[in-house]
C-alpha cells in the first residue's frame, strides 16, 4: 500500500515536470537524482569516508551542467580535473595503504556509474521529440518492470542469476521484454506517433534489455556491499538508486538511438 501511494503521489508530478518544464529546468532535476543516487553509491560502497563521499556526489551531480557548455572539450575537461582531483584526495587522506586504490576506484566509478549515464536523459529531452522519448523510457522500463513481476511471480521457475538476484527468473525476464514492446506500442498509438512499428520494436528490446541488465547491475553492487536497499528516501521503493538502476542504462541507449537510428 505504501509503494502505490507513493507511486500514485510521485509518478503525477514528474510527468507535470517533465511536460512543463525547459531543458534547463529538466537539468535540475537530473542534477538532484544524480546527488541522491550519488549519495547513496558511496553511503553503501564507502561508508568509511563520508567526508569525501558527500564532496564527490556534490561535484560529480554538479557534472551534468558541462551539457550546456556548446564545447566537446569542456565534458573532457570536468572528467579529468574530477580524476585528478579525488585521486589527490585519496593520496593526501590516507588511513590505509591497502585501502587507498579499491577507495579510489570506487569514487571514480560512482562518476561513471551515476551523473555519467543519468546525464544522457538531458540529452534525450534536447532532442526533437525529446519529450515523447522520455516518456517512451518510462513506459518502456516500468512496463517491463512490471510485466516482469508479474510473469516471474506466476510462471517463474528456471533463476535468471541466482547469484546476484535469486528471485529473478528466466520467464519473468523474457515476460519483461514483451511488457516493454507492448508498452512502445501503446506509446505510438497514444503520445508518440512519429514512432514506427519497427521502431516499437527495436527500441523497446535494446531499451527493455538494458532496463534488465541495469536492474541487474545495481543487484550487484548491493549483494557486494551487503545491504537490501540503496536508502530509504523513497517511502515503499528504497532508494533513488532503486527506482532508477533501469533508467540509467537505457537513458544512454534511449539518446543513441534517437541520435543515429530516428
Do not use: N
Not at 556534490?58 to 565534458?75: E, H, K, M, N
Not at 576506484?105 to 534525450?124: E, K, M, Q, S
Amino acid at each position: 500500500m505504501k509503494r502505490l501511494i507513493t507511486a500514485a503521489v510521485l509518478l503525477p508530478l514528474v510527468i507535470l515536470f517533465i511536460l512543463k518544464a525547459t531543458v534547463f529546468q529538466f537539468s535540475l532535476l537530473v542534477f538532484l537524482l544524480s546527488l541522491l543516487g550519488l549519495d547513496e553509491f558511496y553511503r553503501m560502497a564507502l561508508p568509511h569516508r563520508r567526508a569525501e563521499g558527500r564532496g564527490a556526489a556534490l561535484t560529480g551531480a554538479a557534472s551534468v551542467f558541462v551539457i550546456f557548455s556548446g564545447s566537446p572539450v569542456v565534458p573532457l575537461l570536468t572528467l579529468t580535473a574530477l580524476v585528478l582531483a579525488f585521486s589527490l584526495v585519496a593520496l593526501f587522506r590516507l588511513k590505509e595503504i591497502r585501502q587507498a586504490a579499491p577507495d579510489v576506484a570506487l569514487i571514480l566509478t560512482g562518476f561513471l556509474y551515476v551523473p555519467l549515464l543519468l546525464a544522457h536523459l538531458v540529452l534525450v529531452r534536447a532532442l526533437p521529440h525529446g519529450i515523447s522519448w522520455l516518456f517512451l523510457i518510462m513506459v518502456i522500463v516500468m512496463a517491463g518492470d512490471s510485466f516482469a513481476y508479474y510473469v516471474g511471480s506466476s510462471i517463474g521457475k528456471t533463476p535468471l542469476y541466482p547469484a546476484v538476484s535469486p528471485k529473478k527468473s528466466v520467464e519473468g525476464a523474457l515476460g519483461g521484454l514483451a511488457g516493454s514492446v507492448s508498452g512502445a506500442v501503446i506509446a505510438k498509438f497514444t503520445f508518440f506517433p512519429e514512432l514506427s512499428i519497427v521502431h516499437c520494436f527495436g527500441a523497446a528490446l535494446v531499451l527493455g534489455v538494458l532496463g534488465q541488465l541495469g536492474d541487474l547491475f545495481e543487484s550487484l553492487i548491493k549483494r557486494s556491499c551487503g545491504v537490501k536497499d540503496s536508502g530509504s528516501i523513497i517511502p515503499g521503493h528504497g532508494g533513488v538508486l532503486d527506482r532508477i538502476d533501469s533508467i540509467l542504462f537505457a537513458a544512454p541507449a534511449a539518446y543513441y538511438y534517437a541520435y543515429f537510428l530516428f
